[in-house]
């Protein structure tokens, strides 16, 4: 998800949980219970969006669920699935050295071995370790977010550096 920069995602409507207009939302953080501490989102759909207020917020399994102001049915609430969840970057937790936000990620080139591979397009979060996805014309690589294959990821720069094996290309 392309926005300007100002904001992060971390979550993505999924639909509406029960009559009064409480929003289902699919945390795409490590740590879902992170909605606690918040107290408005930014819902981004195309390149609107769109500032509210959390009225409520609870875990529900492996979800989140949200009471927004000014969101009080069903149809309301309907209206705003698929719908990104979005928050100013300064809000952000902050992160390790050798750890990237996805949005960061996304449109960097990728060098391998001194060429252009391609660019990242997406990274998948499959278990222990993501997976970034390089798309080159219409070659798509998918390749384990190592530090064996990728040497040097510099954000700033806009760039990374990678030493990935032909085998695992291949793949």
Excluded at 7 to 25: A, S, T, W
Excluded at 42 to 68: A, G, P, Q, S, W
């Amino acid at each position: 998800m392309e926005n300007n920069n100002r904001l992060i995602i971390i979550g993505r409507i999924l639909g509406v949980h029960g009559i009064k207009g409480e929003l289902k939302v699919l945390p795409l953080t490590d740590d879902p219970g992170r909605f606690y501490d918040l107290d408005a989102i930014t819902l981004i759909h195309d390149k609107t969006e769109t500032d509210y207020k959390i009225t409520n917020c609870r875990l529900h399994k492996t979800n989140v669920l949200l009471f927004l102001e000014g969101i009080t049915n069903r149809n309301d609430a309907e209206a705003l699935t698929g719908r990104e969840v979005g928050i100013p970057k300064e809000l952000a937790v902050a992160l390790a050295e050798d750890e990237f936000f996805i949005e960061d990620l996304l449109g960097l080139p990728v060098y391998n071995d001194g060429q252009l591979l391609g660019k990242i397009t997406d990274v998948m979060q499959a278990g222990g370790v993501d997976v970034y996805t390089i798309t080159a014309g219409k070659k798509v690589y998918c390749v384990p977010a190592r530090k064996l294959y990728f040497t040097e990821v510099n954000v700033k720069a806009g760039r990374i550096d990678a030493n990935i094996p032909q085998e695992i290309l291949d793949l």
